[in-house]
T-cell receptor, first 113, second 110 residues
């Protein structure tokens, strides 16, 4: 366990469904991130939250909607996804002002059918 | 953030040292070199980072050239569990984003 917990580990959803991915950290970090990793591709940074404010949205389609209710929790709400959105979604956290990098969760493997 | 170049794949015999190179010729003075690894279908794991001095921890050693344009991650006694994709990333200190490239796929063979 890394201290960053993601649920569920696996998710299969239809294109008309609405689902949410959850990330929780108990490391005292104050920044959280969503990454997407498609097959055979590098990790892509999707969203950055610092002190519970969204500070970056890297041209992510609106069918992905993040939410950060507090510094320990991060959600990614999904609706009307496409099959090409199937990927490993990774959450990470860090302490702003620290050089010790990010701590990642184990990811949610999402399949859109 | 500066770009890095890594070989796409490397092999290493079990028990031998694995030396993974990384070029970062456009690195700026305030950018650190970070190494992460990702074992298949898991989240990336932090290994080590450094600015200009060589660094060592329980997992690996990081050797940075004097001009800081390249570095080498050394796993002193590779095991089969070290088989993973290794990412070299340069990052601005104290809050820069972690942007991942393609990394090096290291295969440790018996």
């Amino acid at each position: 366990e890394t201290g960053v917990t993601q649920t569920p580990r696996h998710l299969v959803m239809g294109m008309t469904n609405k689902k949410s991915l959850k990330c929780e950290q108990h490391l005292g970090h104050n920044a959280m991130y969503w990454y997407k990793q498609s097959a055979k591709k590098p990790l892509e940074l999707m969203f950055v939250y610092s002190l519970e404010e969204r500070v970056e949205n890297n041209s992510v389609p609106s069918r992905f909607s993040p939410e950060c209710p507090n510094s320990s929790h991060l959600f990614l709400h999904l609706h009307t996804l496409q099959p090409e959105d199937s990927a490993l979604y990774l959450c990470a956290s860090s302490r702003q002002g620290s050089n010790y990098g990010y701590t990642f969760g184990s990811g949610t493997r999402l399949t859109v059918v | 953030d500066a770009k890095t170049t890594q070989p796409p794949s490397m092999d290493c015999a079990e028990g031998r040292a694995a030396n993974l190179p990384c070029n970062h010729s456009t690195i700026s003075g305030n950018e650190y070199v970070y190494w992460y690894r990702q074992i298949h279908s898991q989240g990336p794991q932090y290994i080590i980072h450094g600015l200009k001095n060589n660094e060592t921890n329980e997992m690996a050693s990081l050797i940075i050239t004097e001009d800081r344009k390249s570095s080498t991650l050394i796993l002193p006694h590779a095991t089969l569990r070290d088989t993973a994709v290794y990412y070299c990333i340069v990052r601005v200190d104290q809050g820069g984003k972690l942007i991942f490239g393609q990394g090096t796929e290291l295969s440790v063979k018996p």
